[in-house]
């Protein structure tokens, strides 16, 4: 498992591109606020659920494929960051569902926001704040998957 050191290491090694992804991703995010919320969704058009919504920023804008579920996406081999060093872009699970296990995931956007796919009586995509006690008490942990990037020059625009 990477540690922030490995971070550090990993971000001064080569040109550090995870600013612009992030920018890229937040963007388009930010683009689908009001998407609907459908269960198993993937798509702009038949509306995204969390992991549907974050593997979908994540492939169009940054080159990546990330798991499907919320359960197989908290395992991805990306460095967990510490809340209090939260940057754009990385990704925040959830349990909400009271039984410990991760079932949500959204994008922290910076300055205590994060844009998720909620459920349908919430409307969708939108934002919230990690602040508030729902998402404080139901917060489990964060990973920088950026960090797992391609390199811009390898990303195929089509």
């Avoid at 995870?18 to 995010?29: F, H, S, T």
């Avoid at 798509?43 to 919504?53: P, Q, T, Y």
């Avoid at 460095?79 to 909400?96: E, I, Y």
Wanted: aromatic residues 10%; contains cysteine; glycine residues 10%.
């Amino acid at each position: 498992m990477a540690t922030e050191d490995d971070l550090q290491a990993f971000a001064s090694s080569k040109p550090y591109q995870l600013p612009a992804l992030a920018d890229n991703i937040l963007e388009r995010g930010m683009s689908l606020i009001g998407t609907r919320y459908r269960f198993g969704g993937t798509s702009e058009k038949s509306g995204f659920d969390c992991s549907g919504f974050i593997g979908y920023l994540f492939r169009e804008e940054a080159g990546m494929n990330l798991p499907r579920s919320t359960r197989e996406m908290i395992n991805v081999d990306a460095p967990l960051v510490a809340r209090n060093n939260l940057k754009p872009g990385d990704l925040l699970f959830f349990s909400t569902n009271g039984r410990g296990r991760v079932s949500h995931a959204g994008i922290y956007l910076g300055d205590d926001q994060f844009i998720h796919s909620s459920s349908r009586r919430s409307g969708g995509v939108r934002i919230d704040k990690l602040g508030d006690r729902y998402w404080s008490k139901t917060f489990i942990e964060a990973k920088r998957a950026l960090a797992m990037a391609p390199t811009a020059t390898t990303i195929s625009r089509n």
